[in-house]
C-alpha cells in the first residue's frame, strides 16, 4: 500500500525557513512526479511545487507565488521528497501536501497519492 508521510511543519516568523519532507513508501517512487500542494482554511487546494522522476536528470516547476523562494528536490535513495521554503509570508500559512503522479501536473486530479498533510502557519 502506497503511504506518503509529511514531516517539518510548524510555527516560523515571517521571513524566516522551513524544511518540509515526505517520506514515501509502498514501492519504488524513482519514476514518479512527486508534488507539493497546499490548502489554506477556506480556498481551494493550491499547487505549490513538483519534480520529475528519473532515472536522469530532473526538472521542476513551480507556482507563481512561491517561484524564487521555495526549492524542491528529491532522494530516490530515500524514497523522500522535501520542499525548502525562504522568505515565507503570512500568506504562505497553509496545510501543506505531498502528492504523487505518474504524469505530473498542476491539477489535483492528476495525482493519485497524497499523504496527511503538514500544518506551516508563519507569523507576521
Known amino acids: 500500500q502506497v503511504q506518503l508521510v509529511e514531516s517539518g511543519g510548524g510555527l516560523v516568523q515571517a521571513g524566516g525557513s522551513l524544511r518540509l519532507s515526505c517520506a514515501a513508501s509502498?514501492?519504488?517512487?524513482?519514476?514518479?512526479?512527486m508534488g507539493w500542494f497546499r490548502q489554506a482554511p477556506g480556498k481551494e487546494r493550491e499547487f505549490v511545487a513538483a519534480?520529475?522522476?528519473?532515472?536522469?536528470?530532473?526538472?521542476?516547476y513551480y507556482g507563481d507565488s512561491v517561484k524564487g523562494r521555495f526549492t524542491i528536490s528529491r532522494d530516490n535513495a530515500k524514497n523522500t521528497v522535501y520542499l525548502q521554503m525562504s522568505s515565507l509570508k503570512p500568506e504562505d500559512t497553509a496545510v501543506y501536501y505531498c502528492?504523487?503522479?505518474?504524469?505530473?501536473?498542476?491539477?489535483?486530479?492528476?495525482?493519485?497519492?497524497w499523504g496527511q498533510g503538514t500544518k506551516v502557519t508563519v507569523s507576521s
Open positions: 509502498g514501492r519504488t517512487f524513482s519514476r514518479d512526479i
Open positions: 519534480i520529475s522522476g528519473g532515472p536522469y536528470a530532473t526538472y521542476s
Open positions: 502528492a504523487l503522479s505518474p504524469g505530473g501536473g498542476r491539477d489535483t486530479g492528476t495525482y493519485e497519492y
